[in-house]
């Protein structure tokens, strides 16, 4: 079962980024994010980075619904939870004596809990995120995944009326599972160059890095797990009222090692309130 999950690899909403980009919501504001998030196989990168397509009669798709809650303790910084809901299916047709798959694995992935600190005034800032050894349904079996720990940057700026830079930079410690097994640590980053039309809405082109080191059995590490996987966002943000906001992007990867190449998309809903 853990060798089926670990083909999405990257792509599994969640699984490098348990947070979004953006700097901390306002002192005594709850944001909440709820999103959709939908991705199709359509290959993988071998250890060489070249892409081999999925055979005839093979397909791969994820489904993800991820939720997560922000809430401002103190200017510049606040406390985030985040958990997401996915349905992974695989189909694939008859191949001589091997007969015809049609499997969907389903389960509630492991939550992130977190703290973002950041100088607002500069757009600059700092989070540390434990993600929970926990999950449900085929996600946990047969034994629950081990923790993470993740620490890293974001960061925001107007540059000029026209032109916004985000991004994140991350690095991510996996422990050892039940079984003796370590996925190799994670280092990501992530910059999203937007053109503004207005102060209600813009366009942007996000590009995404992710790089792992090679996993480990037993404190001895396996060869050739080491994976990477480049990824660009085109998108769309914008602000309907002064408390909702929607954006939407379509990843699509580029280029990989021992990864999945695939395409989607993922549409977010923010909400915030005062409390």
């Given at each position: ?54 055979p005839d009669g093979f397909s791969q798709s994820q489904n993800a619904i991820p939720l997560q809650l922000k ?205």
């Amino acid at each position: 079962m853990k060798k089926v999950l670990a083909i999405v690899g990257f792509a599994l909403i969640g699984s490098s980024f348990g947070l979004d980009e953006y700097l901390p919501v306002e002192k005594s504001k709850l944001e909440v994010d709820l999103a959709y998030g939908f991705m199709s196989a359509t290959g993988g990168y071998d250890s060489s980075g070249k892409k081999q397509d999925l055979p005839d009669g093979f397909s791969q798709s994820q489904n993800a619904i991820p939720l997560q809650l922000k809430y401002g303790i103190m200017p510049g910084l606040d406390v985030e939870a985040f958990w997401a809901f996915g349905i992974i299916g695989i189909k694939s047709d008859a191949v001589g004596p091997i007969p015809a798959t049609d499997k969907s694995f389903s389960g509630f992935t492991q939550p992130d809990i977190a703290v973002k600190y950041a100088m607002m005034d500069i757009g600059a800032g700092v989070f540390l995120d434990y993600t929970l050894p926990f999950a449900t349904g085929d996600f946990a079996d047969p034994d629950q995944p081990p923790m993470a720990l993740a620490f890293g940057a974001v960061y925001t700026k107007l540059f000029m009326p026209k032109f916004n830079l985000t991004g994140l930079l991350q690095y991510k410690l996996n422990f050892e599972d039940k079984g003796k097994f370590k996925d190799g640590n994670v280092f990501s980053i992530y910059a999203k160059p937007e053109f503004r039309f207005n102060e209600f809405g813009g366009a942007y082109l996000g590009l995404r890095y992710d790089m792992a080191g090679e996993g480990a059995f037993d404190g001895t590490s396996v060869k050739d797990s080491d994976a990477s996987l480049f990824t660009l966002l085109p998108g769309w943000n914008a602000t309907w009222l002064p408390n909702v906001a929607t954006e939407v992007n379509v990843p699509l990867t580029l280029m990989g090692k021992n990864n999945t190449a695939s395409w989607g998309i993922n549409a977010n809903v923010y909400y915030t309130v005062a409390l």
